[in-house]
């Protein structure tokens, strides 16, 4: 775990001036950061926020800078315990300076996952050199998952820089004791906690545990974190905010952000995000390619390697741990191991270094051949999907989809002729670039032409345009899309229960309310209201991953009640079954 040296590359050793190799330690996290910030920033002013965490959290941002409190969080004017506090400060002062709308929310993603990738630069080129280094940062700026957690306006990007930042740390400990940098590592393990909790502790600690099985130097480093002086200042930071939420919540922090966001989602799959054992390598595949394919011939070899070499060991350990944590959770989305894949692009990096090396192709290591056939199939098949997935595409999407399915057809196919041929590091950077410009294509032209089909956007400004005409107040029955209320821009009522819907009417008499075709009819036999339908709003539900359709109404109470025999005890039952 960072012992020795790194090792040059026989190009770095070749360096004609020292000053040349200051020169390329200046350009290269310029590069980073140029690369970086066109792949996070892309399009997202022309993007409404898709993902459901993405609207909560903005509309708690909103809800706090409205009311000038920055301790307790509301979304639609309730508490929201769901996470803890950094995201929506780091949030307010990104919406401070660029506004409230998308960019602004999702700008603190894009500097975090710029600074991952800048940390991956750093602990590459001191475990492998500087080649090395830059080449696993481009990886893991290039690839999906991080393009995509860096572009929304939730927590995951900054635990991830947070975390890496940790790992750095614990590496420089490995080689050397420093009181700073062993301070710097409890600062950022309370930022981690203020983040999202224990999930970031939790994490760091499957890895040690694994890396100390393994015979990394773990004892030594263990020591040199100076634990009572540190248990001092990660309780001084994060303790706090916990303290007072605990106190002035009078324990309902603890019921939603232990027993529910915590608890639940280790035992239950929450929300229907359980899956399948194997989900995280298995979507790994997609998510992380084209590096995906690299990692498993690169496990192998560092397994063999990994007594002779503590680095190697400690990357496996990073990879595996926080997998194996994760798999025991019954909740599982791909983002929770968003902190393991700075590890999977550093031991990327090192299959292209060591191949190169040899002057081998990839196929002469173990699980070459697997890693060369799935590069080919996924991205060619992808290509091809993407392309003929134009002809069915909605107007306006057709050529945005063409040309992705070009660029990372006919580049990863041309890459993968270098590879065969042996110019590992030309192949590499091959793969990076048709990744990476079909990222930027997606990001800065598809998503963008697909935001009319976006529903909740539409019927959060449609709700406000209508109030605006018709003074009527809009309430949300099964269909509360986060995103709505974030369009509306202020609270909105939200009913599933009978009861409560009869008590919204009787005080407004008439409202606006969004069903569906199915609702609509069942809703006015079973709960005696009237629909008067205003339009409908036809798009895409990004949460379902279907087409959708809803009616935008006027509801009402019947004139008449119905039948008591009819209705028996419905009345009382929720809206939905």
């Not at 020591?223 to 009572?228: F, V, Y």
């Not at 001084?236 to 603890?254: H, I, N």
């Not at 995280?280 to 995906?292: D, E, G």
């Not at 909740?456 to 709700?463: A, D, F, N």
């Amino acid at each position: 775990m960072g012992q020795d040296a790194a090792e040059p590359d026989a190009t770095e050793a070749s360096t004609p001036t020292a000053k040349a190799g200051r020169l390329s330690a200046w350009i290269e996290p310029l590069a980073l950061v140029a690369v970086c910030l066109a792949l996070n920033l892309a399009g997202n002013a022309r993007t409404g926020l898709w993902d459901r965490d993405e609207p909560r959290n903005a509309v708690a941002v909103h809800e706090m800078r409205a009311r000038g409190e920055w301790l307790f969080p509301t979304f639609n004017g309730e508490p929201r315990h769901h996470k803890p506090i950094l995201t929506y400060w780091l949030m307010g002062a990104a919406t401070a300076v660029l506004g409230e709308g998308p960019a602004g929310m999702r700008l603190h993603s894009a500097l975090a996952g710029t600074g991952t990738c800048l940390l991956v630069w750093m602990l590459g080129r001191r475990m492998f050199g500087a080649r090395a280094g830059y080449l696993a940062a481009l990886m893991l700026a290039v690839s999906p998952i991080m393009v995509a957690e860096s572009k929304l306006a939730t927590t995951d990007a900054v635990l991830a820089l947070w975390l890496t930042a940790c790992q750095l740390g614990l590496w420089e400990l490995a080689r050397r004791g420093s009181r700073p940098i062993a301070t710097a590592f409890w600062v950022l393990l309370a930022l981690a906690m203020l983040t999202k909790g224990p999930v970031g502790p939790a994490l760091l600690a499957a890895t040690a545990g694994l890396a100390w099985w393994w015979g990394c130097p773990v004892v030594e480093v263990w020591r040199r974190l100076e634990w009572r002086r540190g248990l001092i200042v990660f309780t001084a930071l994060s303790a706090p905010w916990y303290l007072l939420m605990l106190f002035a919540t009078r324990g309902e922090f603890v019921e939603v952000a232990v027993k529910q966001q915590l608890m639940q989602r280790i035992a239950t799959g929450l929300e229907e995000h359980g899956a399948i054992p194997g989900y995280y390598a298995l979507m790994s595949t997609a998510v992380f390619f084209p590096w995906s394919c690299l990692v498993p011939m690169g496990m192998l070899a560092a397994w063999r390697r990994r007594k002779s070499d503590p680095n190697l060991a400690y990357l496996l350990a990073w990879i595996v741990g926080p997998m194996l944590l994760l798999e025991c959770v019954r909740t599982k989305l791909i983002h929770y191991y968003l902190p393991a894949y700075p590890a999977c692009a550093l031991l990327a990096a090192w299959v292209i270094k060591s191949v190169d090396r040899q002057a081998v192709t990839l196929r002469r290591w173990p699980l070459g051949r697997l890693a060369q056939g799935m590069i080919g199939g996924i991205g060619v098949t992808a290509g091809v999907g993407m392309a003929a997935a134009a002809f069915a595409a909605p107007s306006g999407l057709g050529l945005p989809l063409v040309a992705c399915g070009l660029v990372v057809g006919l580049g990863t196919a041309a890459s993968l002729l270098q590879l065969h041929r042996g110019a590992a590091w030309r192949g590499a950077y091959g793969l990076a670039g048709s990744v990476g410009l079909m990222m930027f294509l997606l990001s800065a032209w598809l998503i963008p032409r697909a935001e009319p089909l976006r529903v909740s956007r539409v019927v959060g400004e449609r709700m406000a345009a209508l109030k605006a005409e018709t003074g009527l107040d809009p309430l949300l029955m099964n269909y509360q899309e986060p995103g709505v209320v974030y369009a509306y821009g202020r609270p909105i009522a939200l009913t599933r229960e009978a009861p409560a819907l009869r008590a919204q009417l009787d005080r407004r008499e008439a409202m606006i309310t969004a069903v569906t075709p199915e609702e609509l009819p069942e809703f006015a036999a079973k709960f005696g209201v009237t629909f008067t339908p205003i339009e409908d709003v036809v798009g895409f539900n990004t949460a379902k991953g279907k087409a959708y359709r809803l009616h935008l109404a006027v509801i009402r109470k019947a004139a008449k009640a119905p039948d008591s025999t009819a209705l028996g005890t419905a009345g009382e039952q929720p809206l939905v079954k």
